[in-house]
């Protein structure tokens, strides 16, 4: 997916411009392996990890990927193996009863950027 455009007051948008915000998708990142650190590109897709064994999804601090602040990733475990959202080194996950694990197979979290090196989680999750 690419960065989303930014707009300003009284621009005209070109025809291009108009059918990518009409036929906007959310598109997929298919992970199979027990570890991923999400990169730029995930900014708004649904990252799915599908794999029987459990699974390490990490969140790079600012310094390695410099997200945006409002960035969201897309969260889903599509295999057996359950998902952990980790962070990584000086980042801080926050999430109602820190939880931070995909609560079954199809579960769905989003994690939201809020500040340089916080991000917040939510979705359906367990501890």
């Given at each position: 997916?690419?960065?989303?455009?930014?707009?300003?007051?009284?621009?005209?948008?070109?025809?291009?411009?108009?059918?990518?915000?009409?036929?906007?998708?959310?598109?997929?990142?298919?992970?199979t392996?027990?570890?991923?650190t999400?990169?730029?590109?995930?900014?708004?897709?649904?990252?799915?990890?599908?794999?029987?064994?459990?699974?390490?999804?990490?969140?790079?601090?600012?310094?390695?990927?410099?997200?945006?602040?409002?960035?969201?990733?897309?969260?889903?475990?599509?295999?057996?193996?359950?998902?952990?959202?980790?962070?990584?080194?000086?980042?801080?996950?926050?999430?109602?009863?820190?939880?931070?694990?995909?609560?079954?197979?199809?579960?769905?979290?989003t994690?939201?950027?809020?500040?340089?090196?916080?991000?917040?989680?939510?979705?359906?999750?367990?501890?």
């Amino acid at each position: 997916m690419a960065t989303r455009q930014s707009f300003t007051a009284g621009q005209v948008l070109t025809a291009a411009q108009q059918n990518s915000l009409a036929t906007a998708q959310i598109a997929l990142n298919a992970q199979t392996g027990t570890t991923y650190t999400a990169v730029l590109g995930d900014d708004g897709k649904l990252v799915t990890c599908s794999n029987a064994a459990a699974i390490a999804l990490t969140i790079p601090p600012n310094s390695s990927v410099a997200f945006g602040i409002g960035t969201q990733i897309n969260v889903m475990q599509l295999g057996a193996g359950q998902v952990t959202i980790t962070a990584g080194a000086g980042v801080t996950l926050r999430s109602a009863g820190s939880k931070l694990k995909t609560n079954a197979q199809y579960a769905v979290a989003t994690c939201c950027k809020i500040d340089t090196d916080t991000w917040v989680v939510i979705g359906n999750l367990s501890a």
